[in-house]
């Protein structure tokens, strides 16, 4: 007969363990889903509107090279713009922006744009995107 070693056949199993890490894995989901559910940058949607108001909004482009537009109008300096943006407000205090900067576009001066829009009073400000090309045509 083959010895045990003083211990005698295994007749049940400790459970205490598999209930511990169960426990542990519900708490972290119930952490990363709480984490994951809320939006990292706060959005302002518009909302759907049940009058005849017209919302403004300003097309602020961003090329690569060459003036800002505003509206189709190129913008020559800052003071320019800050004098477009500050008449749009005079007649619509409502009013909105949406900057549509080229993909070569200097990262810094879209930023520019943006404080000098901040600048002069227009605080609601939104980005255009052009969706990216297929990877179907890239190696």
Same mark, same amino acid.
């Given at each position: 007969?083959?010895?045990?070693?003083?211990?005698?056949?295994?007749?049940?199993?400790?459970?205490?363990?598999?209930?511990?890490?169960?426990?542990?894995?519900?708490?972290?989901?119930?952490?990363?889903?709480?984490?994951?559910?809320?939006?990292?940058?706060?959005?302002?949607?518009? #909302? %759907?509107?049940?009058?005849?108001?017209?919302?403004? /909004? $300003?097309? &602020?482009?961003?090329?690569? *090279? =060459?003036?800002? !537009?505003?509206?189709?109008?190129?913008?020559?300096?800052?003071?320019?713009?800050?004098?477009?943006?500050?008449?749009?407000?005079?007649?619509?205090?409502?009013?909105?922006?949406?900057? #549509? %900067?080229?993909?070569?576009?200097?990262?810094?001066? /879209? $930023?520019? &744009?943006?404080?000098?829009? *901040? =600048?002069?009073? !227009?605080?609601?400000?939104?980005?255009?995107?052009?969706?990216?090309?297929?990877?179907?045509?890239?190696?």
């Amino acid at each position: 007969m083959a010895e045990t070693g003083g211990r005698g056949p295994i007749t049940g199993i400790n459970v205490t363990p598999l209930v511990d890490i169960t426990l542990v894995l519900l708490i972290i989901l119930m952490v990363t889903a709480k984490i994951v559910a809320t939006p990292a940058i706060p959005l302002d949607l518009p #909302h %759907a509107s049940h009058t005849e108001d017209i919302q403004v /909004v $300003l097309s &602020v482009i961003v090329p690569a *090279r =060459g003036r800002v !537009l505003i509206n189709g109008e190129p913008v020559g300096d800052d003071e320019r713009l800050r004098e477009l943006v500050a008449a749009t407000l005079e007649q619509n205090p409502g009013a909105r922006a949406v900057i #549509h %900067a080229e993909g070569a576009a200097a990262h810094e001066r /879209v $930023l520019h &744009v943006l404080d000098r829009l *901040r =600048g002069a009073g !227009l605080d609601k400000v939104a980005f255009a995107a052009d969706p990216l090309p297929s990877a179907e045509g890239t190696p």
